[in-house]
């Protein structure tokens, strides 16, 4: 399938199979990646725009914090201490990590220097890496990685350091989109999850399932992030210049959640893993 760069280049990209069946790559690679991300468009990074998609952004970041620090708890063996250490690889400007920083002691990782100094003026007790080798081996609880996998072209080297970083006991939480979900089938190429370039590969439960076994890693279990249904589905409304993008976007984002309801293809998975 080939895939226009909605979003900043218009550039036209490339999903092939990969040895993987149900992970696809985005082809070509380009050779200078960060230029795509280098736009006050690029809304995960970009905290101050005032626009009505910024309002709506931010509504559902808040939701998904507290959904995601719950996850985090649920998935802590002594969730009441404050000795638990914490990595958000690919924290962004910080506001989850943030949000864990009373309680735990947090770390972020963020290659993205203008995302990064955001982080930095926001949290006061996280301390911000430059790369994992500034972390102990089996020291971690937990690694999470939120809509930060399907952005990582090296996945196998860095899961294996994960499994280096994390305790015995520890947990690796990774949310990516899910291209086997009713909102991606209904958009095809317009939908907005597949955002290439900057998303490198594109994932399914079977994909997903496989490389963790490929990699000495067991999925524990699989929950949705329930509300992307909706920004992905109203983002490919307007990329299709749907005037009532608002209007549609949010009846097919419901109806993704229905269908999923009974699938498990939510638009978004949250995968929680553990070491063999």
Known sequence: MKIKDHFLSQ?????????????????????????YYESDKYISHHQDS????????????????KYKAKIVRENLSAPNSKNCKILDYGCGAGEFIKSLENKYITYGYEPNEKARNFAKKKSFKTKFIDSLNEIEDNTLD??????VFEHIENQKEILDLFKQKLKSDGTLIIAVPNYKS?????????????????HLFHFSREGMETLMQQEQLKIKKIAPLLL??????????????NKLFWLFGGIYGAISNFKASKTG?????IYIVKKK
């Open 11 to 35: 550039e036209i990209f490339e999903l092939k199979e990969t040895s993987i069946n149900g992970i696809l790559k985005t082809e070509p690679v380009p050779e200078n990646i960060g230029k």
């Open 50 to 65: 005032g626009s009505l998609k910024e309002f709506v952004y931010k509504f559902i970041q808040s939701f998904n914090i």
């Open 142 to 147: 937990i690694i999470s990685l939120w809509h």
């Open 182 to 198: 009713y909102d991606a089938e209904r958009y095809q190429d317009f939908w907005a999850a597949y955002d290439v370039p900057r």
């Open 228 to 241: 992307d249904a909706f920004y992905i589905s109203i983002l490919s409304e307007k990329y299709k210049k």
């Open 265 to 269: 293809d939510f638009s978004s998975l």
